[in-house]
């Protein structure tokens, strides 16, 4: 079934499904319960998520400091497919918990680590001296070790983590950091453990210093480390021997956003959601505007590899019709790993507001989600999880913008999906009232659910948006001027 073909049949009834969405029962799984004086209280951001077997560990910014980072990384854990969950902070990563030196932490990654089984969780503490990058371990993914540093140089940025965690790849048990120097050379830099994250290698750059941000590493069965990330467009580099050495940049496809009138911090910025089947397939989304007239409004486009190396044209999801005025942003791509192929499960959330062109006092941001049972052929209309209609006067400040995330994140668990993101409610005396949620019911479409298909369409030849997406709008300090050449 085309989407084109039947966008006027069926627009009256996607409206109304936007807004009433999946009639799903949120549940909030932590909360801000920081008290420090740097910190917008009541107020949670950005998450990350990860599961294995029955266990899915979510973390996130805590107490969001307008100048950086939050009060501390929180964590929440279910560890019995969703049903319940158990939160808590980080201990000794800032100096508001258990005796932590950083002023503040930001941009939590996590991931597990099988062979030596083992939960990390990534991030950065932020200090007046600059920003480092460390990980934090657990056992099972409820209590957790001080952080230990993975780089220490006071320059980073954007960190991403994942692990080989295929038995018979001969790197089965290596994990790899990935951050880039923002704050002096803006080169991506990647780091590897042997040994469920207590060492680190020191940080590595690619042989063609490749620059950018945002980069969401993957391991392909045969341990090949794929690493898609955005630098002038969607690109990549791999390391074919364990992370000993990083291959050259490539490109994926090019990237064309749609900035709109809003304020709000990455909502034109398109970085990359990445996930893996059990054939060793590799998906990429980001939001883009190639596909609208007038790059008037971002869909969200996805791109798929077998290798690694060699990459689809991106086809648009095709969440409602292109002549829908919605603007989609900040997916999370959430991938079954127990199927693949022609019938991988495939699940993202997004941010949205119904209406692209609004402005800080008119734009109201949802949260959707839409499913594909087929590898990412065919897909479900676009529903609302039932978060509301969030005004951006409901979030915190940072130094790029009101923040909900630069990530969103989901992941299947038990075979059923479930996301994890930010529900932002009005402020009461003076105090945000935003924290990070869940839903009781996995993200799922029912059997008889209508499927569309975006093929056919091809992206707008020519076609540029009015802007080009904003670099910097992601970061977690201003980045300081280049080196001096003298």
Same mark, same amino acid.
């Given at each position: ?74 964590? @929440? $854990? #279910?560890? =019995? *497919? &969703?049903? !319940? +969950?158990?939160? %808590? ?101 990647? @780091? $590897? #453990?042997? =040994? *469920? &994250?207590? !060492? +680190?290698?020191? %940080? ?283």
């Amino acid at each position: 079934m085309n989407r084109n073909a039947l966008a006027l049949m069926i627009a009256a009834v996607l409206c109304v499904v936007l807004v009433t969405g999946a009639n799903a029962q949120l549940v909030k799984i932590s909360n801000d319960s920081f008290h420090n004086s740097s910190s917008q209280h009541k107020t949670e951001v950005e998450p990350d998520t990860y599961s294995w077997g029955s266990t899915m560990v979510a973390a996130f910014q805590v107490a969001r400091v307008a100048g950086g980072g939050g009060a501390d990384l929180g964590f @929440s $854990t #279910s560890t =019995d *497919g &969703g049903k !319940t +969950w158990t939160f %808590g902070s980080l201990p000794g990563w800032t100096v508001n918990y258990k005796q932590g030196k950083a002023d503040a932490a930001s941009d939590a990654s996590v991931v597990y680590d099988a062979k030596h089984g083992v939960w990390l969780i990534q991030g950065l503490p932020i200090s007046n001296s600059g920003v480092n990058l460390s990980v934090s371990r657990s056992t099972d993914g409820l209590t957790w070790s001080k952080p230990i540093v993975i780089d220490g140089n006071e320059v980073d940025d954007k960190n991403w983590i994942t692990c080989d965690n295929t038995s018979t790849s001969k790197f089965y048990g290596n994990c790899y950091a990935e951050w880039d120097q923002a704050f002096s050379t803006g080169l991506i830099q990647m @780091s $590897t #453990s042997k =040994d *469920g &994250g207590l !060492t +680190w290698s020191p %940080g590595i750059p690619t042989v063609d210093q490749a620059g950018g941000s945002g980069a969401e590493p993957l391991v392909l069965p045969n341990g090949t480390v794929v690493v898609p990330y955005l630098g002038n467009n969607m690109q990549g580099f791999t390391s074919t021997n364990g992370g000993k050495s990083w291959g050259a940049s490539f490109q994926i496809a090019n990237v064309n956003t749609f900035q709109g009138n809003s304020s709000l911090r990455s909502v034109g910025l398109p970085f990359p959601s990445t996930g893996i089947d059990k054939s060793g397939k590799l998906y990429v989304v980001w939001s883009d505007c190639s596909f609208r007239s007038g790059c008037s409004t971002n869909d969200l486009v996805m791109s798929t590899s077998t290798n690694g190396t060699k990459w689809t044209s991106p086809a648009r999801i095709p969440i409602d019709p292109l002549s829908s005025t919605v603007d989609h942003f900040i997916p999370g791509l959430a991938v079954d790993r127990s199927t693949g192929g022609g019938t991988a499960h495939l699940t993202t959330t997004y941010y949205y507001y119904p209406q692209a062109n609004c402005n800080d006092s008119t734009c109201r941001v949802h949260v959707g989600f839409t499913t594909s049972a087929d590898g990412g052929k065919t897909w479900t209309a676009g529903k609302d999880v039932g978060a509301g209609a969030m005004q951006i006067s409901w979030l915190p400040n940072s130094q790029n913008g009101p923040m909900l995330a630069d990530y969103l994140s989901s992941s299947y668990v038990n075979g059923k999906a479930f996301g994890v993101f930010m529900v932002a409610k009005a402020p009461s005396g003076g105090v945000f009232n935003e924290a990070a949620y869940t839903t009781k019911n996995p993200l799922e479409a029912s059997a008889d659910e209508p499927r569309f298909s975006s093929r056919g369409e091809k992206r707008i030849p020519g076609i540029h948006a009015d802007r080009p997406f904003p670099r910097n709008q992601g970061e977690e300090r201003e980045s300081a001027p280049p080196p001096s050449t003298k």
